[in-house]
């Protein structure tokens, strides 16, 4: 069987021999397709589905590199240097994280759902990317199990050293218990806090590997100021950030007996697009998403933050090995105070 492809064959011809992360700066190719062959094809050992992935890309159409077979392509050496890993890159604080760490020379690999936003986002990073950072956009859903062991089997067969993984992804719900269907507790739960232990146990193998290697891998989870400090009419969101918040805290010493720091980064309310996928159920649905959306435009001081502000403070949680980060002034003075005094603004009516 013989296949067409073109960027990854020519990252690694361009690898020095003992080179990390020198090789030709901003070369990023697309695996976004790999998901939807994958599916196609469920029947197939994941990997076959590995193979299928390290070919198809659309860049096979532009022709202009020779057809080469996939044992071939498969024997090329993996990439070197760090590579991280964010979940929810393709937008907002992942996204913004990602072109931090491609600035900083890491390699990047971001998966989400939506190929259109990973595309536009994988672009970003090619011309953001310095320092010779290898970059990969794989369209994936966290919540799928099998979706997230093919993802580790790409990355795993691509990049040598998965040593930083970023657990972004999440997703807003707004609603009183009465007005939330279970339905939604259970995709609250799945996104934001199952998602990240699928991922979590996917990755664990690679982070311990690194960590045999030196390399002081880290896992960092993306959480909330609602993952320590109640929202009011937010039960489900409120619920699955504190079950990653129990998670995040449950791991930490046995991950740190594997050589693995874990860190916790909580934002506060952060001006990404996160209102795409925001849900707001009940009678006062419309009236908490008119509130969030001026919140949003006209932010009280200290409240909004933007999400390079975040993907600052995850990135120094990563290089100073912390353990948790509120983000911002005023969430650190409401988390301390809710946790001495029990006092909560957030508790209050809107
Ligand atoms: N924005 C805030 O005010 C705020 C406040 C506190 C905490 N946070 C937390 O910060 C993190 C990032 O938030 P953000 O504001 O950057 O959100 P965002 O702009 O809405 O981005 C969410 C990202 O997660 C991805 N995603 C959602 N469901 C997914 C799934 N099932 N599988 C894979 N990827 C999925 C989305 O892509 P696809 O939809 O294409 O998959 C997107 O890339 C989240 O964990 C959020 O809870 C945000």
């Known amino acids: 069987m013989t296949v067409g492809y073109r960027t990854t064959f020519q990252h690694r011809c361009l690898l020095p021999p003992n080179g990390l992360r020198h090789h030709r ?31 198809v890309t659309p860049y096979t159409e532009q022709g202009n590199e020779s057809a080469q077979s996939v044992s071939a392509q498969n ?5 070197t240097g760090e590579t991280v890993v964010i979940t929810g890159g393709s937008q907002g604080v992942g996204r913004a994280t990602a072109l931090l760490f491609a600035q900083n020379g890491y390699n990047v690999v971001i998966a989400a759902r939506n190929p259109d936003k990973l595309r536009a986002t994988e672009a970003e990073l090619l011309t953001g990317a310095t320092r010779g950072s290898v970059c990969s956009a794989i369209s994936t859903d966290i919540t799928d199990e099998s979706a997230v062991a093919s993802l580790v089997e790409v990355v795993t067969s691509k ?15 707004n ?9 939604d507790f259970v995709d ?23 960590a045999k290697k030196g390399l002081n891998p880290v896992l960092v989870n993306v959480n909330s100021f609602g993952g320590r400090i109640p929202l009011r009419s937010m039960p ?6 504190y079950a990653l918040a129990g998670f995040t ?16 980064v909580h934002p506060g309310v952060v001006k990404s697009n996160f209102m795409e996928r925001a849900a707001f159920r009940g009678p006062k649905g419309e009236q908490q998403r008119e509130t969030m959306e001026r919140m949003l435009e006209q932010p009280p001081p200290g409240l909004v933050q933007t999400p390079q502000e975040v993907a600052a403070q995850i990135y120094s949680a990563v290089q100073n090995r912390k353990d948790e980060v ?21 508790s209050v009516a809107t």
């Not at 806090?193 to 311990?208: R, W």
Request: with cysteine.
């Open 249 to 264: 805290d449950a791991i930490r010493p046995d991950f740190a007996d594997q050589g693995i720091h874990v860190a916790q």
């Open 159 to 173: 990049y040598e050293n998965v040593s930083i993984l970023i657990n972004c992804a999440g997703v807003c719900l």
């Open 75 to 79: 024997s090329q050496p993996r990439i």
């Open 25 to 55: 700066a901003g070369h990023c190719d697309l695996e976004r397709q790999f998901r939807r062959k994958f599916l196609a094809h469920k029947r197939h050992s994941y990997a076959q589905a590995v193979a299928q992935a390290s070919v």
């Open 175 to 183: 609603g009183t218990l009465e007005s939330t269907p279970v339905a």
């Open 326 to 346: 509120f983000v911002g002034p005023a969430y650190n003075t409401i988390n301390a105070l809710y946790r001495s005094l029990g006092v909560n603004p957030f």
């Open 236 to 241: 489900a969101y409120t619920a699955s950030k």
């Open 188 to 210: 609250q739960m799945n996104v934001n806090f199952l998602g990240a232990v699928i991922m979590t146990k996917g990755f664990q193998p690679s982070l311990v590997a690194a």
